[in-house]
């Protein structure tokens, strides 16, 4: 039997499963197409043979002519502007000298050097394609300008500068990308760099700003959809510069033609472009909602892991699924390592694997212009690594590869933000409110709350000040009679850890798979065992805030803030002023002979960091504070005017227990120093997960606090306060009662609101004799002594069960509250009640 070859064929041809051409060694030949009409086949759906596009050259688009736009004031020797003429030169100087560039003075090394592309000057209606005809003429006026008017202008614009020739080489860098662009839709190149100046990416239909006079990215794809109609018909536009291209978003917010991704740093409105611009929820409006995607980083310092995760889990799965026909990097450098502006990682390593990435989309047709980009060496070595993979050369390892926890937690929010329009992007967001429900955080707190109540009876402590936030209801409890104990501890901390595996396809999880760990419970359990009282304060993650009722925006009058927000210290504030409501109502009024603890877990320790600060002399009434750190700043204790010891009390009366992997740690390490003394006593703690570190150092935390307090002797005291602890609550007098559980609530009557609440209390008040201590009433300065009974002699009823009958308002205003609020195990224990 003759051998034969089966070569596979034609398989792009719709509907067809591919076309056998078999090869017979004795000359005869079979062919499926020979048979069949000729007419019937569509010649143009068959592809080229070979390799069509990896034979032509990549472009370069190069002219120094761009150089002319430079400060008026440079020329007299001052400083110059960071948008140096010089960026581009330095630039094409590196690729020449790695021989890919025919110039003089220079060796080719390659077999296909890159092919010149010329620069020529944009025309007035290709500018107008995207600014306004105001726009335009402003920058033409610069050009007959003074000097003197020339340097006025760009002291009261917003960061820009002209001379006499900055309009020239505007037009010159607009036109540059425009002849760029068309290089690689005609196919004269398979891709190309586009080495130009000024920038473009900020620079908006109505103005100028940013170092960018027009915007060249933005005109050159109008310009390639214009000419080549449906061949052109989605581009994207895929920005890595440092700083949002606020120009681009606005160019194309309503356009679902034209897909903008930016990857920039934010920090939350505060860097540059500054404002809400560019947050991950600026998706687009109208049509071009979903086609506007922000990845705004929380800091600086972002490097190759968080670049490299940003394409992997974002930018690539989104491009793929638009399927542009031409992509333009708005590239600019300024996140390399090295810039100074920019405050980035970035390696050129990175810069070559994220063009690799983009070479596999729109049949490798890329156009790279520059943007920013301020230090020469970073610049000129991100330029040529990326050229030489537009060229064919494989990107260079990276080194680091693990994103940041920051990135991660910014990348998995804009993937929840994008699942609403697009199919590729998981797990989707959550639909809250649609269907009903409750925050899983209120549940969890009124299960903690009932369980401390079980357990220690633990209840709630009022907050009764309008101008604290109302997210901190129900979060602040005390431990029984822990106003009559000698020693206090105060424990701030964040709710507890969730351990989930996320659903990939939607928002629901299975409570079955999901558990919580809570390392509060360990801490308190053992305060009240040793007959300390205690204070219980969980800080929610998202605190919300209240605008000014006068401000017009309704639609941002309740805003949710994260409480660790990099971006606004709002949230933080509010904790803040909760935790000098406690201090001041709850703990300075009674005495603590034996001194207080103040604990602070996760970012919760904010609050404790801003009360020893910041609260006048409160060190004396202080044994010492202990804080658990895994990924938050730390915090120091400066000298102040309100306590000026403070700084050196707490270098020796402090245990902060840090996770192995904080910055702390590798910033002392780069440095070959020890932490500063004000971050106070610092621990390694081996552990990375706040409740697992808070479980690992319970015993050395309670070894301290017996260091710096004789708790036997204590303990002995308070024998006459009976602790309730789990294995007691058969005895507990408390069991079966009224408030062996939290009591419910129910609203006002409207005969109950026209009483004054000091009248409610004498008349609900039960008799009694004895000396039960009353606990201070929140938001005045006068409290009742230890030791005595109010209103001749009469216990008020607690809150709780004035509540449950009514009685009281639900809330007070800081001018009108409730006299007392003793608790219910005070009535229970309180002789002859």
């Not at 697009?422 to 959550?430: G, I, L, S």
């Not at 609260?615 to 895994?630: P, S, Y």
């Not at 700043?633 to 010891?645: F, G, H, L």
Request: glycine fraction near 8%; hydrophobic fraction near 35%.
């Amino acid at each position: 039997m003759a051998s034969v070859d089966v070569k596979m064929v034609d398989m792009d041809i719709p509907n067809q499963m591919g076309a056998l051409k078999v090869d017979s060694t004795s000359g005869e030949e079979m062919n499926d197409y020979e048979s069949t009409d000729e007419s019937s086949v569509d010649e143009s759906s068959f592809q080229p043979r070979g390799l069509t596009t990896r034979e032509l050259p990549t472009g370069l688009c190069y002219d120094e002519r761009m150089r002319y736009h430079a400060e008026v004031s440079a020329l007299s020797a001052e400083a110059v502007h960071p948008e140096d003429p010089r960026r581009i030169y330095y630039i094409y100087k590196e690729l020449c000298e790695a021989g890919l560039v025919v110039a003089k003075g220079f060796d080719v090394m390659v077999e296909q050097p890159l092919l010149r592309i010329d620069a020529r000057e944009a025309t007035e209606d290709e500018i107008r394609l995207i600014h306004t005809d105001e726009q335009y003429r402003f920058v033409q006026h610069t050009s007959r300008m003074t000097n003197e008017e020339l340097i006025d202008l760009a002291e009261h614009g917003d960061s820009i500068y002209f001379n006499k020739l900055s309009y020239f080489s505007g037009l010159l860098s607009a036109g540059g990308a425009i002849e760029t662009c068309k290089a690689v839709m005609e196919g004269r190149v398979k891709n190309a760099i586009a080495v130009i100046r000024p920038p473009g990416h900020h620079a908006e239909a109505e103005q100028p700003m940013g170092f960018c006079l027009f915007n060249n990215t933005c005109i050159a794809s109008k310009v390639c959809q214009k000419l080549y109609d449906m061949k052109c018909r989605k581009v994207l536009i895929l920005d890595w510069d440092v700083h949002h291209g606020n120009g681009c978003q606005k160019s194309f917010y309503n356009d679902p033609n034209i897909l903008y991704i930016s990857l920039h740093v934010h920090m939350g409105g505060k860097f540059y472009p500054s404002g809400p611009e560019g947050g991950m929820d600026r998706c687009g409006v109208g049509a071009g909602e979903g086609y506007n995607v922000n990845i705004p980083w929380e800091t600086k310092g972002m490097g190759d892991g968080d670049y490299m995760y940003a394409f992997q889990h974002v930018v690539m799965p989104i491009a793929t699924s638009f399927d542009p026909d031409l992509v333009i990097v708005s590239a600019g450098f300024d996140a390399a390592a090295g810039d100074e502006l920019g405050g980035c990682n970035v390696t050129p390593a990175c810069y070559a694997h994220m063009t690799h990435m983009l070479m596999s989309l729109a049949q490798g047709r890329v156009a790279v212009c520059l943007e920013g980009g301020y230090n020469f060496r970073a610049i000129s070595r991100s330029a040529l690594a990326v050229t030489r993979t537009l060229m064919g050369e494989p990107p260079d390892r990276l080194e680091a590869t693990s994103a940041t926890d920051s990135a991660v937690r910014v990348i998995e929010d804009v993937k929840k933000t994008q699942s609403r329009y697009w199919r590729c992007m998981y797990p989707r967001a959550p639909t809250s409110g649609i269907y009903g429900g409750e925050r899983l955080h209120d549940i969890i707190r009124a299960y903690q709350a009932q369980n401390l109540f079980n357990k220690y009876k633990l209840t709630e402590l009022l907050i009764l000040r309008d101008k604290i936030s109302k997210s901190f209801d129900k979060q602040v409890l005390g431990s029984i009679s822990y106003e009559r104990r000698k020693h206090l501890i105060v424990f701030f901390h964040d709710p507890p850890d969730l351990l989930t595996g996320n659903n990939p396809l939607a928002a629901q999880q299975k409570p079955h798979d999901t558990w919580m760990l809570d390392g509060s419970q360990a801490y308190i359990q053992s305060a009240v065992k040793h007959g300390i009282g205690v204070i219980d304060v969980n800080i929610p993650e998202f605190i919300t805030i209240t605008a000014d009722p006068s401000v017009d925006d309704k639609k941002h009058a309740h805003q949710e803030i994260a409480y660790n927000s990099h971006y606004t210290d709002a949230a933080r504030t509010e904790g803040e002023k909760l935790a000098s409501y406690i201090w001041e109502n709850y703990i300075e009024p009674y005495d603590f002979e034996g001194g207080i603890w103040l604990i602070g877990a996760g970012s919760a320790f904010h609050a404790v960091w801003k009360l020893v600060t910041e609260k006048e002399n409160i060190h004396t009434r202080l044994n010492g504070v202990i804080g658990f750190n895994c990924d938050h700043p730390a915090r120091q204790i400066n000298p102040n005017s309100n306590n000026a010891y403070a700084s050196s009390w707490f270098r020796e009366h402090s245990r902060i227990y840090v996770a192995k992997n904080h910055e702390i740690w590798r910033r002392a390490e780069q440095l070959g120093k020890t932490p500063s003394k004000r971050y106070g006593k610092l621990f390694k703690s081996p552990e990375t997960m706040l409740n697992s570190m808070m479980q690992k150092h319970l015993p050395e935390v309670f070894d301290f606090i017996r260091e710096t307090a004789n708790l036997q002797a204590d303990s002995d005291s308070d024998a006459d306060l009976p602790i309730p602890m789990p294995e007691d609550e058969g005895n507990s007098p408390l069991k079966g009662s009224a408030f062996s559980s939290p009591p419910q609530t129910r609203p006002l009557t409207a005969a109950a609101t026209a009483q004054s609440s000091a009248a409610l209390r004498g008349a609900l008040s039960p008799p009694a004799t004895g000396n039960a201590a009353q606990r201070p009433s929140p938001g005045t300065n006068t409290y009742p002594q230890q030791g005595t009974t109010p209103l001749g002699g009469r216990s008020p009823l607690p809150p709780p069960a004035q509540r449950a009958l009514g009685t009281i308002p639900q809330s007070h205003s800081p001018t009108s509250p409730p006299a007392y609020l003793t608790r219910p195990e005070q009535q229970q224990h309180d002789p002859g009640s």
